[in-house]
């Protein structure tokens, strides 16, 4: 998964929050919803976007708790079939029924966000210690810093890291500026209409 995966996946799943739900799902979405319908790949997604975001701060401290809020809402992303279900049971006033499911799921701790939160410390303390090493002359360039960093992101979320993904892991507007360019374009161009409507 690299960057770009990972902003799809971000964004795509804040549209599943936006849809919205039937009035009788009481918290519950569709995993339908979410187009891979894999909780574990939100996560992972969660976490590049999250260390891309601290590396160039590209959101502010709401914007970032307004992605956190919404990965709350994981947890309630249910089963089709379970989301039919409880449909049901409020349509028929088995309230009691549905209070009880619903409670195992409050419960709950929301999906993996403990360790989003851990990992997002952990990438800040990264940011910070990177830099350091670049005011010290010890690592020497830019595209260094931003290679040892990726590396190290991708090693702390626990996902594979492939040599390619550091041709992702730029602003989009650098990204922009390379899209047609010869020697990055086998990198860019199947993704050439999404890096040049986004930033």
Do not use: W
């Amino acid at each position: 998964m690299n960057f770009i995966d990972a902003h799809k996946i971000v964004h795509n799943y804040a549209g599943a929050m936006a849809k919205g739900a039937d009035d009788n799902a009481l918290l519950f979405r569709p995993l339908s919803y979410i187009p891979f319908q894999n909780k574990d790949k939100v996560i992972d997604a969660h976490k590049i976007f999250y260390s891309h975001m601290i590396f160039y701060n590209t959101r502010t401290q709401e914007q970032y708790e307004q992605y956190n809020n919404i990965l709350k809402f994981l947890k309630f992303f249910v089963p089709d079939d379970i989301y039919k279900s409880v449909i049901k049971l409020v349509k028929k006033n088995k309230m009691k029924e549905a209070s009880t499911f619903m409670s195992d799921y409050i419960d709950k701790p929301s999906y993996r966000l403990e360790e989003v939160e851990d990992y997002f410390s952990t990438m800040i303390d990264i940011k910070n210690q990177s830099l350091e090493l670049y005011d010290k002359n010890e690592i020497k360039t830019m595209e260094d810093l931003i290679y040892n960093y990726c590396i190290r992101a991708y090693q702390h979320a626990n996902i594979e890291y492939k040599e390619e993904y550091f041709y992702y892991f730029f602003k989009f507007d650098v990204m922009k500026d390379y899209v047609d360019d010869v020697n990055y374009i086998k990198y860019y161009h199947k993704y050439r209409d999404y890096i040049l409507n986004n930033q």
